[in-house]
């Protein structure tokens, strides 16, 4: 028979019963669960350890940030400070005890901002204001940490573009929606080429900063950020969404004549995508420019294939968002402009913007965001950027 260590069994219990004291004081810790002991160990029934959800961040006025959680939450850290390109989006991580770059940015390393925190909506909105006032179109990063009533906590880091009181009112004129494949032999030469853009009339004067063109095609990564510029009234500029071979020059500047690409003029404002890739749907696709501080939708347009009996990808819900602001009158791929007779070479064209600047320089009113329809639209039989 073999020889039973009393010792050694004293040990293990002592041991198992510390393990079982330990595990019932993290879970107690985790919040309220049910559990059970079985023979094979602690069986967990139910319990509360997800973290809250961050469901939406907006910039309300050039002081306050505001932010929606799923529950009721506190803010146990909060950083404002600026954003500092090639230090706060940083890649590098640290190999010592030392902050990464970008961890010492968003932590205030660099300088911050003195806020006040307050909770509204039984705590589940957080009002951030600011001590001093943001910088029309400057970039800025808010760095936090919140935790529920139970204890589990949400770490984040959002950047953020300074408050833009002076949001022009800009529908969309003319878009093409494909890069053409050929070139001539003198876009060969000076390496130029014909692809993807949006057409822009600004119907009041204001600053572009903060707002974003987005494609239900291309989805949410690929959106065009507009830099902080200055627009008129009556003027006209272009977004080119493929960044692509020579003369693709962001004019930011009083200087219209330094984009060269194709598409482009001397007296006419270009942008220019960082992206090469495709952009738009060729045929079909859902476009929306927004403000990025309050999601607010201040142009869109449907267009698709004819037979397309519904949407794809983001478009549905791009489609809502101009549905909610009064744009289109509802969502359904109905009401989208069809496509037939559409080429590479040709370009989709707003027939009444004419209209609507005469009316602007009359000196009336005009209702803004502008109604839109399929009517107002056709196929041009050639590209005309910067022309109306």
């Not at 510029?229 to 930011?252: S, T």
């Not at 890739?277 to 696709?285: P, Q, S």
């Not at 639209?377 to 050639?382: L, M, V």
């Amino acid at each position: 028979m073999k020889h039973i260590n009393h010792t050694k069994i004293r040990e293990v219990s002592v041991t198992l019963l510390e393990a079982l004291i330990i595990a019932g004081i993290v879970l107690f810790s985790l919040g309220p669960i049910s559990c059970k002991v079985t023979a094979e160990g602690i069986k967990m029934l139910d319990g509360d350890y997800i973290p809250p959800v961050l469901q939406n961040f907006s910039v309300n006025d050039s002081n306050t940030l505001e932010m929606i959680f799923s529950e009721e939450v506190t803010l146990s850290a909060c950083v404002v400070s600026p954003f500092i390109e090639g230090i706060s989006d940083s890649m590098e991580s640290s190999q010592t005890e030392d902050l990464s770059q970008a961890l010492a940015a968003a932590s205030g390393a660099y300088g911050s901002i003195d806020v006040q925190v307050e909770y509204v909506a039984e705590g589940s909105v957080v009002l951030i204001r600011l001590e001093e006032e943001m910088e029309t179109g400057k970039k800025y990063e808010l760095y936090g940490n919140v935790k529920d009533k139970i204890g589990n906590t949400l770490t984040f880091s959002i950047p953020f573009i300074g408050y833009n009181a002076r949001i022009p009112k800009i529908i969309m004129t003319e878009i093409q929606t494909e890069t053409i494949s050929g070139q001539k032999s003198s876009e060969k030469i000076d390496g130029t080429y014909r692809t993807e853009f949006v057409e822009f009339l600004a119907l009041s004067d204001g600053n572009l900063a903060g707002l974003e063109l987005c494609s239900g095609y291309d989805g949410a990564a690929r959106n065009f950020v507009f830099p902080a510029v200055e627009v008129k009234c009556g003027e006209v500029f272009l977004v080119h969404l493929r960044n692509k071979g020579n003369g693709c020059i962001n004019e930011i500047g009083d200087n219209l004549a330094e984009a060269y690409g194709l598409y482009t003029g001397s007296n006419v404002r270009d942008f220019w995508s960082e992206e090469s890739g495709t952009a738009l749907g060729n045929k079909t696709d859902v476009i929306i420019l927004r403000n990025r501080a309050d999601g607010k939708v201040m142009d869109a347009f449907f267009y698709a294939a004819e037979g397309s009996e519904k949407w794809q990808k983001s478009m549905g819900e791009y489609a809502e968002a101009a549905v909610k602001y009064g744009i289109y009158p509802s969502a359904e791929i109905e009401e989208a402009f069809i496509t037939q007779g559409l080429t590479a070479v040709k370009t989709i064209v707003r027939k009444n913007c004419q209209e609507l600047l005469e009316e602007l320089l009359s000196g009336a009113e005009i209702e803004y965001p502008v109604k839109n329809s399929s009517d107002f639209w056709g196929i041009s039989s050639e590209a005309s950027p910067g022309v109306l």
